[in-house]
C-alpha cells in the first residue's frame, strides 16, 4: 500500500532544501508509480539549489530536484510493468511524433528543446515516491545495483559523448575538466581503444578515485602557462579527440590547445555565461571538428543499463558518499564546499 504523504527534499529557497511531508502524486494514464531506491546528486541540481528554483516558470509549491534515479514499481497503472520491478527512469522527456524523434533522436526532440528533464521543469526522484511516463522507465536488470543505477545519467552522456566523437582504436585522447562525466569519458574511452588519456584539470579535489581507478595515463595543470606545450609533448604532436566537459570559455581553450590539426574537439560541458569567447582561428586554420553532444538518444539509454550489466564499466567505482534523504541538504554543500572531496554522492530516499 503507498502512503498519502512521503518525505520529499523540497527546494525552498536559493541553497535551501527541506525535508518535507508531501502528498504522494497521482497516478495519471500513461504513468507509473515507483518507491525511490537511490537518485543521483548531478551538478545541475547545484544550479537549481543555489538559485532556489527549477526550470519551470510556474514555479510549484514543491518543487522537488533529482533526475538520476531508480526504484520498485508500486503501482504499474496501464502500462506493461508489473508491481515489484525494479526501474530507472530516462530523465529526457521526449514526444516520440517530431522528426528528430522518428529518427532515433529524441534528446534533439522539437517538442522539449533539449532542456525539458524530469527534476527540472517537473518533479524528480529526492523523494519517497515517484509518478512518471512508462514510456520514460526502464527494467533494471539484476547485475545493476541500485547504487550504480544512480550514475545511468552521468554514463549516459559519457557514452553518447564517446560515440559522437570520432574516437578510432589507438587515437590519444584528452579530457579537459574533473567531473564524473569527464572521468567517466575516460573509463569509456579507454574502453574505446585510446592508446594515450589525458586529463587536464584545475585543482585535484576530484581526481583521488581517476588516479585509483587509473585508467588517466597522466594528468595536466590547466591553468598552467605552458599547458599548451605539455599537451604537444605528453601527446607527441596533439590528440586526436578532445572532449570538453566543463562548459567554459578556459576548457574550450584548452581542448583547442591540445588537439591536433585535423583533429576534434566533443563539447559536453553546458555553459552558464550565455556567450563564450573563442579563438576562431585555432579551429579554422587547423581544420578542428567541433562537435556538440547532449543527454543520449533513447537507444543509448538503453545501451548505458547494458554496458554496466555487462561489466563492461563499474560506475558504482566512482561513487564518494551514499547518504540518506535526511542529508540531502549537507550532499549539496558538500559539493560545493572548497575542502570537498565529492565526486559522485547518491541519495537513498
Ligand atoms: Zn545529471
Ligand atoms: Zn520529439
Same mark, same amino acid.
Given at each position: ?163 559522437? #566523437? @570520432?574516437?578510432? /582504436? ?5 579530457? &579537459?575538466?574533473? *567531473?564524473?562525466?569527464?572521468?567517466? %569519458? $575516460? ?60 562548459? #567554459? @570559455?578556459?576548457? /574550450? ?5 591540445? &588537439?591536433?590539426? *585535423?583533429?576534434?574537439?566533443?563539447? %559536453? $560541458? ?71 572531496? &565529492? ?7
Amino acid at each position: 500500500m503507498t502512503k498519502n504523504t512521503m518525505k520529499a527534499g523540497v527546494l525552498v529557497g536559493p541553497g535551501r532544501v527541506e525535508i518535507r511531508d508531501v502528498p504522494v502524486p497521482d497516478m495519471a494514464p500513461g504513468m507509473i508509480r515507483i518507491r525511490v531506491r537511490t537518485c543521483g546528486v548531478c551538478g545541475s541540481d547545484i544550479h537549481m539549489w543555489k538559485e532556489g528554483k527549477g526550470w519551470n516558470p510556474e514555479r510549484p509549491d514543491n518543487f522537488i530536484m533529482g533526475h538520476e534515479f531508480c526504484g520498485v514499481v508500486t503501482d504499474s497503472g496501464d502500462s506493461d510493468f508489473r508491481a515489484g520491478e525494479r526501474v530507472t527512469f530516462w530523465a529526457n522527456l521526449y514526444c516520440g511524433e517530431c522528426d528528430m524523434c522518428r529518427s532515433g533522436r529524441e534528446q534533439l526532440c522539437r517538442a522539449v528543446n533539449g532542456t525539458n528533464y524530469i527534476g527540472f521543469v517537473c518533479n524528480g526522484g529526492y523523494a519517497e515516491y515517484f509518478v512518471g511516463k512508462a514510456m520514460n522507465a526502464y527494467r533494471l536488470p539484476d547485475t545493476v545495483s541500485d547504487v550504480a543505477a544512480g550514475l545511468i545519467d552521468p554514463l549516459m552522456v559519457a557514452y553518447h559523448a564517446v560515440r559522437r #566523437s @570520432g574516437l578510432k /582504436l589507438h587515437d590519444k585522447v584528452l579530457v &579537459v575538466g574533473s *567531473g564524473i562525466i569527464a572521468q567517466l %569519458i $575516460g573509463g569509456l574511452a579507454k574502453r574505446a581503444g585510446a592508446s594515450l588519456l589525458v586529463m587536464s584539470r584545475i585543482d585535484d579535489r576530484q581526481t583521488d578515485k581517476a588516479r585509483e581507478i587509473g585508467d588517466f595515463d597522466a594528468y595536466v595543470y590547466g591553468n598552467a602557462s605552458d599547458r599548451a606545450e605539455r599537451m604537444r609533448e605528453l601527446s607527441e604532436g596533439g590528440f586526436d579527440v578532445a572532449f570538453e566537459a566543463v562548459g #567554459s @570559455g578556459d576548457s /574550450l581553450a584548452a581542448c583547442l590547445d591540445g &588537439v591536433k590539426p *585535423g583533429g576534434e574537439v566533443v563539447m %559536453i $560541458g553546458n555553459s552558464i555565461a550565455p556567450t563564450v569567447p573563442f579563438e576562431l582561428n585555432l579551429a579554422v586554420l587547423h581544420e578542428v571538428r567541433l562537435t556538440g553532444s547532449v543527454s543520449c538518444t533513447r537507444r543509448e539509454f538503453e545501451e548505458t543499463i547494458d554496458l554496466i550489466a555487462r561489466g563492461i564499466i563499474d560506475p558504482e567505482k566512482y561513487v564518494t558518499d551514499v547518504l540518506p534523504l535526511a542529508e540531502l541538504q549537507q550532499a549539496l554543500e558538500m559539493q560545493v564546499s572548497p575542502e570537498g572531496h &565529492v565526486l559522485k554522492t547518491v541519495i537513498r530516499p
